[in-house]
């Protein structure tokens, strides 16, 4: 492994996966192909632009000619796939970008990457593609695939075209499985940052429903070592799930926010639920412990503190998201259901 493509490399976990890899590797080039669609954002690399091990293009995982010229110019033998659409809410407003994107891209650069040949694809997937839990029990990578929304409809449509890939084809693709992640360069429309930003200023904090969902949280930089280890060590045709056994009611983690930000929790108000929301996702993350060695670093106090601090060091960074065309999104989303 010497030439990696990293797409949706200006997303929220791309970014800090790119960060991570230059980081830790010397020894490889990087390239990011990013669409730079809404949630992309160059800022997030500005500090490595100019790494001699770094380069930055901007295109299309749908448009098939562009990336095996960019496969073929790079020498490119690994690819880790980020690109998607990733926002639920977003999915059911409108689903259509999420089939465009997240199943038909990775067709296109799974069949791009064929024609080319590469040593590695690493597909990276979501918990969400296991459907909803009740208030026992993990997914594991033996779960049924029941996904409920169109973003995680998408997502399973893609993980099944990887196996499948691997299976007709021998394409040495691999699927990891994450729950849901919090840290520095994450796009204020989701929980954490938006209830973080909105905070600060003083706006009011839309919790769904009763507030009682569960989502299971990891800190960005733990996915990145995640994957970094199934990059090198896993099997190929393997589904990995990642996650941390962090399981917390949404309600809880606003009123941490609050808590740590010192405002008051007379900001939360109650708004009309997403439909078809999931009730809960944890992750049962034994295999990559077991088979791979992997455990996360940070604890759940250290890493929301951190993100905290991240988001009051950066205040420009969210500043100019939420001044721009996110105004237009924040009042679709949420005008109607106050
Ligand atoms: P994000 O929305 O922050 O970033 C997505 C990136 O993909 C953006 O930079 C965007 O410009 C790029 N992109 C979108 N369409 C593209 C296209 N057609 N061609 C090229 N680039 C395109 O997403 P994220 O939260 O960083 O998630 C990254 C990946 O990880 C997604 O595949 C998502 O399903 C998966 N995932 C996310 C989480 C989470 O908690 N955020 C958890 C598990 C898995
Ligand atoms: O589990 C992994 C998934 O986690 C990823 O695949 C997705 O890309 C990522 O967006 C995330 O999906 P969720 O739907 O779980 O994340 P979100 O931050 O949108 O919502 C987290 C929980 O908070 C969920 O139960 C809905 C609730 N919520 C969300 C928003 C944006 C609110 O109560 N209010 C809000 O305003």
């Not at 075209?161 to 729950?179: D, N, W």
């Not at 997403?274 to 604890?299: F, T």
Request: net charge negative; aromatic share 12%; proline share 4%.
């Amino acid at each position: 492994m010497k030439n990696i493509l990293i797409t949706g490399g200006a997303g929220f976990i791309g970014s800090n996966f790119v960060h991570f890899m230059l980081s830790k590797y010397s020894n490889y080039a990087i390239v990011n192909f990013d669409a730079l669609t809404y949630a992309g954002n160059l800022e997030n690399l500005a500090s490595i632009e100019n790494n001699p091990q770094y380069r930055f293009v901007k295109g299309d995982i749908c448009n098939k000619d562009h990336v095996i010229s960019v496969l073929r110019d790079n020498s490119i033998d690994t690819i880790v796939h980020f690109a998607a659409e990733s926002h639920v809410d977003r999915s059911i407003s409108g689903p259509a970008v999420f089939v465009q994107t997240n199943v038909v891209g990775t067709q296109v650069l799974l069949d791009a990457a064929r024609e080319i040949g590469i040593e590695r694809f690493l597909h990276v997937s979501t918990d969400e593609v296991y459907g909803s839990l009740g208030t026992t029990g993990f997914f594991t990578e033996e779960s049924s695939i029941r996904p409920n929304s169109p973003y995680s409809a998408s997502k399973a449509s893609s993980d099944m075209l990887v196996m499948a890939y691997h299976h007709t084809f021998g394409f040495p693709g691999l699927v990891t499985r994450c729950s849901n992640n919090y840290g520095p360069y994450q796009f204020p429309e989701k929980l954490i940052p938006l209830m973080i930003t909105n905070a600060l200023n003083d706006r009011s904090l839309p919790v769904y429903g009763d507030g009682l969902n569960v989502r299971d949280w990891l800190y960005v930089e733990d996915h990145c070592s995640a994957l970094d280890v199934v990059l090198h060590k896993g099997t190929i045709g393997d589904v990995y799930n990642i996650g941390g056994h962090n399981e917390w009611k949404n309600i809880d983690i606003v009123k941490l926010v609050l808590k740590e930000l010192g405002k008051p929790e007379s900001l939360i108000s109650f708004v009309k639920d997403r439909p078809g929301h999931d009730r809960r996702y944890a992750i049962d993350a034994v295999k990559i412990k077991n088979e791979l060695g992997w455990v996360p670093a940070y604890q759940f106090e250290v890493g929301i503190k951190k993100t905290i601090e991240w988001y009051l060091q950066n205040k420009l960074w969210w500043e100019r998201i939420t001044s721009g065309e996110y105004k237009k999104y924040y009042a679709a989303q949420y005008s109607e259901r106050e």
